[in-house]
């Protein structure tokens, strides 16, 4: 288990907040894998969850991407997290949510439900994912539109990036949906989808969904309803070793 300090703390809205930490010199990671994350106790157990890594695998933090419950084993006391703080970090990074387990195509979607946009963050800047796709989705659906963490840097910030302004520019496509409250696109997003609304907005045909592949990370029903769709379509799961046409993380919810 690394110990590593606070560096930044960001609060997005009362129950939403990003941290990133300096990154152990000797841990390596794909982009979009987990980690699993804790506090030191007094005890000696320390709790311990996984979550998603937002940063690339090239960059020189960690960040990390959590919801605050007030009654949470961990987040409870994670929401607190000051800068010069210690947090545990677990040696073996792990997950489904990598570009390794889907076969190859032109389109990429990667949706996620609240903070399961986490790892799709760090998809997006890894630029293998540029080498190996034409397109690129990234849908964030939330209840609020104020729970929409990251929206300037996915609608701006990252047009401008250095590395991946020029590249993105006429590649990317970032699909923001609220569920509650007015927004330009509201409902759920596989209703949306269902309903041939997110093909038409995101300038997809049925013609290309043979060359479309799918990264899914959020609550256990989201993704069993994703799951049916995509293999109603005929896409099968993919995994390191037998890739697919689409990858959903399994091992926690978003």
């Not at 949510?97 to 760090?122: E, R």
Request: charged residues 25%; hydrophobic residues 40%; contains cysteine.
């Amino acid at each position: 288990m690394y110990l590593q300090t606070v560096t930044w703390v960001h609060h997005w809205t009362p129950g939403l907040f990003s941290f990133r930490v300096d990154r152990p010199q000797s841990l390596r990671f794909d982009s979009g894998e987990f980690v699993m994350i804790g506090l030191p106790a007094e005890d000696g157990k320390a709790i311990m969850r996984a979550y998603s890594i937002v940063s690339p695998a090239w960059e020189d933090h960690l960040e990390f991407f959590s919801v605050k419950v007030a009654d949470g084993a961990l987040t409870s006391r994670l929401q607190h997290l000051k800068i010069g703080d210690k947090v545990l970090i677990g040696r073996k990074p792990t997950g489904t949510l990598v570009i390794d387990a889907l076969t190859p195509g032109k389109h990429l979607v990667m949706i996620g439900t609240g903070t399961g946009l986490a790892p799709f963050l760090s998809v997006l800047r890894d630029p293998a994912t540029h080498e190996r796709f034409e397109n690129i989705i990234i849908t964030h659906t939330v209840r609020q539109k104020e729970e929409l963490a990251y929206s300037q840097f996915l609608q701006e910030e990252i047009r401008n990036d250095e590395i991946f302004g020029e590249l993105l520019r006429d590649r990317f496509t970032y699909y923001p949906t609220v569920t509650q409250g007015e927004f330009h696109t509201r409902g759920r997003i596989t209703d949306r989808i269902r309903e041939g609304l997110f093909r038409s907005d995101i300038g997809l045909t049925t013609a290309d969904r043979p060359d479309s592949r799918w990264m899914i990370c959020g609550s256990m029903a989201f993704n069993k309803d994703m799951i049916e769709i995509l293999e109603g379509w005929g896409m099968t799961e993919g995994t390191r070793s037998n890739p697919g046409q689409f990858v959903v993380e399994r091992a926690f919810v978003g």
